[in-house]
């Protein structure tokens, strides 16, 4: 499940999967932007087959953060 | 006066600036789809009225965001209360060519920065509406801290949405501030 987050990022953000790990976040990734972010939103959610409210969607902000996130809910 | 971010430029915008584009801008729902002046059709002649009321004002400020010549939005400070040190900000990206390049993030962290360093004031509280992701993303980016939810406070699409309140503090934005000046 990690390495399929890793993808899903490196395809909406445009970037390779290799410039990614678990410590990627809003702050040291410089294409995690608000744009690609509800982008991204939208596609875990279609992925995974989830609802992500907006204040969830708020505090996914790192790559950690996500697969924690997904892991509780599957 | 003008203020210069890592990518774009804020000029203090006058009545000359006040471009059909721009009128065309206020009616454009895409644009304000997240601002109160939805609820209003604009005029140039009001377009103009509006630019002149922040002439000589000390509570409020009115910026155009700047690409070189070019100009794609405006930024506002306002609310600002020279007694208790606190103000609020407001966006509007106009030119849907600059969505998703940053102009929020460049533009928040001049004013930002001029409203702290320049004009010395001590908290900003802001808010936006519960489901304005991009823009509760750029707060959070700058460092604000979420303080409040308003339950029910705007209508988006026939829907009522709470609105959520940030607020950032001097010293908060003297420590954030280097990866965005």
Same mark, same amino acid.
């Given at each position: 499940?990690y ?5 899903i990022?490196?395809?909406?953000f445009?970037?390779?999967a290799?410039?990614l790990s678990?410590e ?6 410089e294409q995690?932007n608000s744009?690609?972010h509800m982008?991204?939103i939208?596609t +875990?959610?279609?992925?995974?087959n ?9 505090e996914? +902000?790192?790559?950690s953060d996500?697969?924690k996130?997904i892991e509780e809910?599957? | 006066m003008?203020l210069? /971010?890592? +990518?774009y430029?804020? =000029?203090?915008?006058?009545?000359e600036d006040?471009s059909?584009? %721009?009128?065309q801008?206020?009616?454009?729902p895409?644009?304000?789809?997240f601002?109160?002046?939805? %609820?209003?059709?604009?005029?140039k002649q009001?377009a103009?009225?509006y ?5 000589? @004002?000390?509570n ?5 965001i700047?690409?070189?010549? +070019?100009?794609i /939005?405006?930024?506002t400070? %306002?609310?600002?209360n020279?007694?208790?040190?606190t103000?609020n ?10 969505w ?9 962290? @001049?004013?930002f920065e ?5 004009l010395?004031?001590r ?5 936006a ?10 707060l ?10 308003? =339950?029910? =406070?705007?209508m988006?699409?026939? =829907?009522l949405?709470?609105q959520?309140?940030y607020?950032l503090?001097?010293?908060?934005? @003297? ?7």
């Open positions: 499940m390495q399929q987050i890793i993808e990022i490196a395809i909406i445009e970037m390779n290799s410039e678990d990627s976040n809003i702050t040291n990734v995690w744009m690609n982008k991204l939208l +875990l959610e279609e992925e995974f989830l609802s992500i409210n907006d204040d969830n969607a708020i996914l +902000l790192s790559v996500i697969c996130f809910r599957k | 003008e210069n /971010g890592k +990518l430029q804020l =000029k203090t915008l006058c009545i006040v059909d584009n %721009y009128v801008w206020l009616s454009t895409e644009v304000v789809e601002l109160e002046i939805k %609820y209003q059709t604009w005029t009001e103009i009225e630019v002149e009321s922040f002439t000589d @004002q000390q409020k400020y009115l910026f155009g700047y690409d070189e010549e +070019l100009h /939005g405006n930024a400070l %306002y609310d600002i020279l007694h208790t040190g103000f900000l407001g966006l509007l990206i106009g030119d849907n060519n600059y998703g390049k940053g102009v929020a993030n460049d533009a928040c962290a @001049q004013l001029f409203a702290f360093n320049q010395k004031l908290k900003f509280f802001g808010g509406y519960s489901n304005q992701l991009a823009s509760r993303i750029v959070k980016q700058l460092g604000c801290i979420e303080e409040a939810k308003l =339950k029910d =406070k705007f988006h699409k026939g =829907k949405v709470d959520v309140i607020s503090t001097n010293e908060q934005w @003297q420590q954030n501030k280097n990866n965005y000046i």
